[in-house]
């Protein structure tokens, strides 16, 4: 670009810079925090969501309210994906996310004010996360068995549900953690009708499919499975094309044609004489007349996903077309039945080996049962990962206040400025106990110097003591159960350091509209702040 066209762009650009730049980005950052403060924790509080069509969400998981917000403003967007990052990743812990970053940045602009240059900060914040990912790694503590997995997911779900529908989630999550080996080896089923408390898991797999033909046997048990990532149909033309049919005869001929070739498909198939076979396309009427005679039960339009289960669970090859079908590639399945579940046909497979599962979600509506889903699926998760490296941390702000105090210490090492900003990194992970006590009606001064004192006093395992939101109280968080993944905090602080690093490194900011959007319907919370 030559000077020229640069300088004339930047005219047609509205533009902050500096101090300016710094102060809305992160007056931005805390307006997007503000919003959604209030629901973390066990107390924290719901908030209604209402899309344009009218449509309403009840919700507290604050990747759902910043996914449905609609928010212009490029930091806040920002703020918004290391939400869905960590989501994402290890399906827990949005919020702290969003919070802490947050945190770190009006922390930041205090020490700006006090004339510390915003790289010195970034750098003092980049030492401290350093230092943090070590200290989160050494106070894990490994996990032995399974009761304390079902504590994990019981944290996980914590604030959201009731208590006996977060109890029976947890239990079906770690039942389902444990014998798969990853999360997409479970299905997931709505059965609308009965309430959630009656959601089960099956063994195998249940997809809402019938067989081609009401003639098909139903009912199989211990057979063989062909899985097929196509169809059986007339071959289409794949490019535009005139056939000139100049005589009745021929029309037969070509119809007579388009059998044979199908026929010659499924003569391929029977050879190998399967039970079921399943296919991610269609099949061709002719097909599933053959196919039924020969007396083999057939789904198509299966997708691509559920093959893949369909393979595992039965050890069979996915095969790409009928002509390269060998005896090898067929599976082996225990049980095959179909069963009417609120008039909708399901197809119930048990495949021989002990992959496969599906979790069966009941609920009276919807939204409910969308809700279960997700909350299940974010348990799982978390369950699965937890099986993994099976570190654990104490949760309720136990382990940010330990840090907390770690880092303080660790500061005095520090002669230069740098030590200034890790003080402030110190500071910023305080937010978390201090919301929880916040959202639960306690003092939170009172609370930090109490969880602080307790800390403090404790000769060892300091770091185990926390708020229990239920109670009110200052416990220890293992005895209580309230514990969470080491990856979820190691993510947490990873995606807010980086965010608020990158935040204090931007000091000049070129709008391409004139007009700067603010976080839509966020603005007002900032106003008559100083
Ligand atoms: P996030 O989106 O950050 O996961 P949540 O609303 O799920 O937000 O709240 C998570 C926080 O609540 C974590 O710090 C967790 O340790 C804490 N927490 C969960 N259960 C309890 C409890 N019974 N007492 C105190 N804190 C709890
Ligand atoms: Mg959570």
Known sequence: MSGGDEAQ?????????????????????????????STLGPKGLDKMLVTENGSVKITNDGVSILKNAVIEHPIAKMLIEIAVTQEETVHDGTTST???????????????KKGIHPSIIANGYSLAYEHANEFIYSNATKIKNNNLLESITKTSLSGKLGHSLRDQLSS?????????EKTSDLKIITNKGGSANDSYILEGLVLAKQACSPDMKRNLKNGKILILDGGIEKRMPTINTKI????????SAFREKELELVSEQIQKII???????????????????????NGITAYRRVERDDLELLSRTCSASIIASPSMAKIEDLGDFEYSDEENWSGVTHWILKGTNQK???LVIRGSNETLLEEVENAFSDALGVACQCLKNKLVLPGGGAIQMALSRNLRKWAEDFKGRESLAILAYADALEIIPRTLAINSGLDPI???LALNAAQASSSKNSNHWGFNIEKGEICNMYDEGIIENVQQHEQCLASSTAAAISILRIDDVLWAKNDPTFPEGLEEQLEGRD
Do not use: F
Not at 14 to 36: D, M, T
Not at 172 to 180: E, Y
Not at 244 to 251: D, E, G
Not at 280 to 293: E, V, Y
């Open 9 to 37: 762009l930047l005219n047609e650009t509205s533009r902050i810079k500096g101090k300016e730049a710094l102060h809305k980005n992160i007056e931005a950052a805390e307006a997007l925090s503000g919003a959604i403060r």
């Open 244 to 251: 000139n049919l100049t005589s009745p005869a021929m029309i």
């Open 98 to 112: 969003v919070l802490i970053a947050s945190e770190l940045l009006q922390n930041a602009w205090e020490l700006y």
């Open 356 to 358: 496969g599962m599906t």
């Open 271 to 293: 050879k190998i004489n399967p039970d079921i076979l399943v296919c991610r396309d269609g099949i061709d009427d002719s097909a599933i007349r053959l196919l039924q005679q």
């Open 172 to 180: 079906l999550a770690c039942k389902a953690a444990t014998a798969i």
């Open 446 to 448: 009172d609370k930090i």
